[in-house]
């Protein structure tokens, strides 16, 4: 859980890797939240290099915590647990 301040974001996650969303969001006291389109977020970061950057980092920190949860889930599963490195990255890779 995270708690969001004035000027943070979310759902940058599904319009960069075209996933469904990746958690759920509530507001505990009167919030504004903007819209954009995919398109429209395509234009914005094309025509903001550092905002592009900046948001693939955070992209990628995600997808490497995700990566690590999975590994952790699939060697708890009886059989799974022997899997050598590079074949249990393999095996996420193709999830």
């Known amino acids: 859980m995270n708690e969001l301040k004035p000027g943070n974001y979310f759902g940058e996650i ?8 990746t958690c759920s969001v509530f507001s505990v006291s009167s919030t ?9 977020f395509q234009k914005l970061i094309k025509g903001n290099p550092d905002l592009e950057t900046r948001l693939f980092n955070n992209f990628n920190y995600y997808k490497d915590n995700w990566t690590k949860f999975l590994k952790m889930m699939i060697c708890n599963i009886r059989g799974f647990s022997e899997l050598n490195p590079k074949t249990l990255s393999e095996l996420i890779y193709k999830l």
């Open 14 to 21: 599904a319009l960069l890797s075209h996933l469904k969303r």
């Open 32 to 40: 504004v939240c903007a819209y954009t389109t995919k398109e429209q």
